[in-house]
């Protein structure tokens, strides 16, 4: 039988809440079967004759949580950043997704995002991949193989949609059928439902989309209140509904939980109720937000209001995978946002950022993204990241590392309690 | 006699103006005593016996410039970034820059400093370093044996000054006299005034700065209309001046040129009118200002009106001293800024961007920053960057780099025609 414990020693950081962070100097983490154990400043005796993986004053930090990110785009990242968002959607997206009807071409494009997934350290996440069911039913597998925790959705797009990527009605919910039945035993990867937005799915796919969700019991991913076109658009497309929100509730698409809504930009009275009622989670993707001209989502006042907030990369309209630094990118959005619209509180601490990308982010898969007793060990190993003759705190090398780290600076990676190789 | 030519093959790229990029696919780039000679899609019969260094797909492309740049403060770049701005500089960067005092300190930093900018590329920089003159000498001696070019002050501080960065005003004038006559013989490596910003300086010491700049005929580099604060601070201390330029204009500081000013982010007419006059460069840190909470420079509201504009790192302002990085980051505030203030244009292109942190900024050192005929082989190569089943044009490429590359992908760096180990 193997070793039910493994033990680590450092400098153990994580977010238990958005108001600080909380740090255990040169302490030992008790990890049993997968599982947090404990966390001691001095090992306790039972554990004595154990052995010890001494990460010295390197930081022992919870893994990183994505709670909006399109696989299939991740070729085109840091591409086409500075064209209009109609010209970045002709030119590069849509023609990019058209591709995964070549499963070559998908298995090439998939297998280099889960690999900078692993490498970046967000073992958890809430996938879009594109209409195509093969291609996704490869993604799927290909993060199930790897242990990483994510939600996967088949998109969907019967309406308003370039005709390369454009289903009918019938076809993209057989699809989806068949996509969530062939998901149906539980892993670490879910399938969940993803329409692409209000103004690319019809009525009868939306509410045909509530009915799968209450048969499989299965989750929503959209994009909700993304910029004022959308917010006005979905609204003209859907004259029965008050707010966003309210047309996916009239589908029936929010009971099943997790519901999760990238960029929330410009949020109604309504669509806060709505996400209040059902417990939606805000994705936050700041960089997104910025390169597509879509404005900075009040991230302090929804919070204030007691809604779930998390980060997300967005790839590629984010152009960058490292969910990190939309840490220290939701800093500073929310500095620029104080800038531009003082007469509210727009402060975004570190902590609470750092809360976003991990604990926050990751309450939708269960007990991941901390550190704290009962929590997966899905952790990450940071080295010091001190320069000669100035000696850090942990936390703010953690900073520093969300400011100007990259992946060379994570130099162990935990799924489970099982070092990742 | 050693050979005076050298020629390499691959994706040549830079920015002639800031209107486009300018490429030469799979050309021959020909230079002769570390002055680019010609490039050529065929290699010319009178070169065909030379050796040609063969970078494939590579990008070659001019070095980049940061004309603002504190070298103290890199050791305490992204940490303090999510606290005020008096707390960000009352207790990390004064007490940072107080430790100059400390030659052993400072070597350590600037080493430091000094190989990170090598790494990332940055091979010409306007750079302040503290009111220490021996520490700044170190700086001084460290970039020339490297053989960048740059433009570095002694900084000046005389009034509303902590106890630990205070000089006299007798003080801080001999010592910058001093700094200026051990630098007289000319390498690229040059003194420049540094008073660190009209609230820290007095009038007195203004002028005593004015007469040195006449006599040694050196440049100024500061902060102007760095924030509403500094502006209105400026004037309230010089009540006899109409704008924060014309402060420096009257102490007879802008007459030798080059006049380097940071922020720029709040100009009256009446500083547009003298930095026209005196062709001073206004220098964009997006990063930084937003760091700040300054707000983002007019970049394109200046440029319009023919003002000279280049970017800056402004590191521990800004967290990272990749100025690549400050290329994408201008075309982002430049839509954030539109987003908030739709009344005015102020698009920046990836073109413009790539312009302002390569020829823009390279010409207050002379010909660099560009690879036109007679400028420095000042370059970088840049591995291709392209994903497996995806063929992205050289453009794209560089693109790329600037949002999500790193120095791991500057594969060649070349001064003068001589490659840097």
Request: include cysteine; hydrophobic fraction near 40%; charge should be negative.
């Amino acid at each position: 039988m193997s070793n039910p414990f493994f033990i680590c020693r450092g400098n153990i950081i994580y977010a238990g809440d958005r108001n600080r962070l909380t740090v255990h100097e040169d302490s030992y983490l008790v990890v049993k079967d997968g599982i947090v154990e404990g966390i001691y400043p001095v090992l306790p005796e039972q554990y004595a004759s154990l052995e010890v993986k001494d990460y010295g004053r390197g930081l022992i930090i919870p893994a990183f949580t994505d709670l909006h990110v399109h696989a299939p785009q991740y070729v085109q990242r840091g591409i086409g950043m500075d064209v209009l968002l109609s010209d970045w959607l002709n030119q590069y997206t849509f023609p990019q997704e058209a591709r995964f009807a070549d499963m070559e071409y998908a298995k090439n494009v998939y297998d280099a995002f889960v690999d900078d997934l692993i490498r970046q350290g967000t073992f958890h996440a809430a996938i879009f991949a594109t209409i195509h069911r093969e291609a996704t039913d490869y993604l799927f597998a290909r993060l199930e193989e790897k242990g990483l925790y994510a939600f996967v959705g088949k998109v969907n797009m019967d309406v308003h949609s370039p005709d390369c990527l454009c289903e009918t009605t019938e076809e993209s919910l057989r699809e989806t059928r068949r996509y969530l039945e062939s998901h149906t035993s539980c892993t670490t990867v879910k399938p969940i439902l993803t329409p692409r937005f209000a103004p690319t799915c019809s009525r009868e796919l939306m509410h045909g989309l509530g009915k799968l969700s209450r048969e499989f019991h299965c989750g929503l991913h959209t994009h909700l209140v993304e910029s004022k076109w959308e917010a006005a658009e979905a609204l003209r497309l859907f004259p029965e509904c008050r707010s966003d929100a309210e047309i996916y509730e009239q589908a029936g698409l929010l009971e099943n939980g997790p519901s999760i809504f990238a960029h929330v930009i410009f949020p109604s009275e309504e669509d806060v109720r709505i996400l209040k009622k059902y417990h939606g989670v805000s994705v936050h993707c700041p960089d997104a937000t910025t390169n597509i001209i879509a404005g900075i989502m009040p991230t302090a006042a929804l919070q204030d209001q007691d809604l779930a907030i998390a980060l997300g990369s967005d790839v590629g309209g984010g152009h960058q995978l490292a969910i990190y630094r939309q840490v220290s990118r939701a800093v500073q959005m929310s500095k620029l946002k104080g800038f531009y619209e003082p007469e509210n509180n727009h402060a975004v601490s570190f902590a609470h950022a750092f809360y976003l990308a991990t604990k926050a982010g990751g309450s939708v898969f269960g007990n991941v993204g901390s550190l704290e007793k009962g929590y997966r060990f899905n952790a990450l190993v940071i080295e010091s990241m001190e320069d000669k003759g100035l000696t850090l705190s942990p936390e703010e090398r953690l900073e520093r590392f969300c400011y100007t780290g990259d992946d060379r600076n994570i130099v162990a990676r935990y799924l489970s309690g099982a070092a990742v190789e």
